[in-house]
């Protein structure tokens, strides 16, 4: 077997732009969308959350309409994307339970990045240089609208919103006859059958769902003790039971202290809004952009491997994690059939 590098391509985004940063690409060219007539003009989003929460997180999405300039100072880095435990986490939103997961990332990209632009900072001021290395990470966001660059908007349609109720949360919350693992299994509960509600009984589709988790929550019950030295994780169990619902659609969990602007080491507004809406819409069977690939019949497949150690064996398993094409939409593989015996 012999292994190659392959030289990083380029991105390809609407009208033909080509480019290296994808911020900078969408600024210029436009979503890929715009070239493959697969473009999106709106995405329909519900919500599901306290009626408080839902009122706070439509402030917060309709505040990424309009141009967000990116802070002027230095900020920490957080990586954008990782793969932790075999789950791919595309920005923030998904992510935020397992921050201390990204403290070694975002140190390691915060160096290389210190080093790539190392030549460039040398020659200027420290405030400068400041508001240098942040523009490179975090360009100013043109704003979510129906102009260019993004020609696309969220649209909520308030019958499709549906409201969990505070006093059921405060109930369960205090009800000292469940243990922790029953409370949270019944506040998953909440949310799967307004999920499943809102699947099966809206009148309008939603193309997207953002639940919204109450700080009070997510502090007490996001991990916990499970059995056998194991921890419970709220959020990849919620995700697990919404994804095996029949005709379900996408959904982002969206804790109450990012909405709200309270979360330690939040992005700035910029970042989020960057982060967010190109997610969404990727999420939306959009494409932001595209590889430039000479040969458009190119697939990419990632392989994991899991070694099993025991008393009697010593083995390695693998398996395709991730199949996509040069688009980055999945690729499903069909075997031969073949006789069970």
Same mark, same amino acid.
Request: aromatic share 12%; hydrophobic share 40%; net charge negative.
């Given at each position: 077997?012999?292994?190659?590098?392959?030289?990083?391509?380029? /991105?390809?985004?609407?009208?033909?732009?080509?480019?290296?940063?994808?911020?900078?690409?969408?600024?210029?060219?436009?979503?890929?969308?715009?070239?493959?007539?697969?473009?999106?003009?709106?995405?329909?989003?519900?919500?599901?959350?306290?009626?408080? +929460?839902?009122?706070?997180?439509?402030?917060?999405?309709?505040?990424?309409?309009?141009?967000?300039?990116?802070?002027?100072?230095?900020?920490?880095?957080?990586?954008?994307?990782?793969?932790?435990?075999?789950?791919?986490? #595309?920005?923030?939103?998904?992510?935020?339970?397992?921050?201390?997961?990204?403290?070694?990332?975002?140190?390691?990209?915060?160096?290389?990045?210190?080093?790539?632009?190392?030549?460039?900072?040398?020659?200027?001021?420290?405030?400068?240089?400041?508001?240098?290395?942040?523009?490179?990470?975090?360009?100013?966001?043109?704003?979510? +609208?129906?102009?260019?660059?993004?020609?696309?908007?969220?649209?909520?349609?308030?019958?499709?919103?549906?409201?969990?109720?505070?006093?059921?949360?405060?109930?369960?919350?205090?009800?000292?006859?469940?243990?922790?693992?029953?409370?949270?299994?019944?506040?998953?509960?909440?949310?799967?059958?307004?999920?499943?509600?809102?699947?099966?009984?809206? /009148?309008?589709?939603?193309?997207?769902?953002?639940?919204?988790?109450?700080?009070?929550?997510?502090?007490?019950?996001?991990?916990?003790?499970?059995?056998?030295?194991?921890?419970?994780?709220?959020?990849?169990?919620?995700?697990?039971?919404?994804?095996?619902?029949?005709?379900?659609?996408?959904?982002?969990?969206?804790?109450? #202290? &990012?909405?709200?602007?309270?979360?330690?080491? /939040?992005?700035?507004?910029?970042?989020?809004?960057? +982060?967010?809406?190109?997610?969404?819409?990727?999420?939306?069977?959009?494409?932001?952009?595209?590889?430039?690939?000479?040969?458009?019949? &190119?697939?990419?497949?990632?392989?994991?491997?899991?070694?099993?150690?025991?008393?009697?064996?010593?083995?390695?398993?693998?398996?395709?994690?991730?199949?996509?094409?040069?688009?980055?939409?999945?690729?499903?593989?069909?075997?031969?059939?073949?006789?069970?015996?």
């Amino acid at each position: 077997m012999r292994i190659e590098l392959l030289k990083e391509p380029f /991105l390809e985004f609407g009208n033909d732009f080509v480019s290296d940063d994808p911020k900078m690409g969408i600024s210029a060219g436009g979503f890929f969308s715009l070239s493959n007539n697969t473009h999106r003009s709106e995405l329909h989003y519900a919500i599901i959350g306290t009626n408080s +929460n839902i009122e706070d997180v439509k402030r917060w999405i309709s505040a990424f309409e309009n141009s967000i300039e990116a802070k002027s100072e230095e900020v920490s880095v957080i990586s954008e994307a990782a793969i932790i435990d075999g789950e791919v986490f #595309d920005n923030i939103m998904d992510s935020e339970d397992d921050e201390s997961l990204f403290k070694e990332l975002a140190q390691e990209a915060k160096e290389q990045i210190r080093n790539d632009l190392k030549a460039e900072l040398s020659e200027l001021d420290t405030a400068e240089s400041y508001f240098t290395v942040n523009k490179r990470l975090n360009p100013d966001f043109p704003g979510f +609208n129906d102009a260019h660059p993004f020609y696309c908007k969220f649209v909520n349609d308030e019958a499709n919103n549906i409201v969990i109720k505070e006093a059921q949360i405060k109930e369960i919350m205090e009800n000292d006859a469940l243990i922790a693992f029953d409370k949270v299994i019944k506040i998953c509960d909440l949310y799967i059958d307004s999920y499943r509600f809102l699947i099966e009984k809206s /009148l309008s589709k939603a193309e997207v769902c953002f639940i919204t988790i109450p700080s009070k929550v997510y502090k007490k019950f996001s991990s916990i003790p499970f059995k056998a030295g194991k921890f419970f994780n709220l959020r990849r169990y919620l995700k697990a039971q919404l994804i095996t619902i029949p005709n379900a659609i996408p959904v982002q969990i969206i804790l109450e #202290d &990012t909405f709200l602007g309270t979360r330690r080491s /939040l992005q700035d507004m910029a970042m989020q809004a960057w +982060n967010f809406c190109v997610a969404n819409y990727y999420k939306n069977a959009g494409t932001p952009w595209t590889l430039s690939l000479k040969d458009k019949n &190119t697939c990419f497949i990632g392989i994991s491997f899991h070694k099993v150690l025991s008393s009697e064996n010593n083995v390695v398993r693998s398996s395709v994690a991730q199949a996509f094409n040069y688009e980055g939409k999945r690729i499903i593989f069909v075997g031969e059939q073949f006789e069970s015996h």
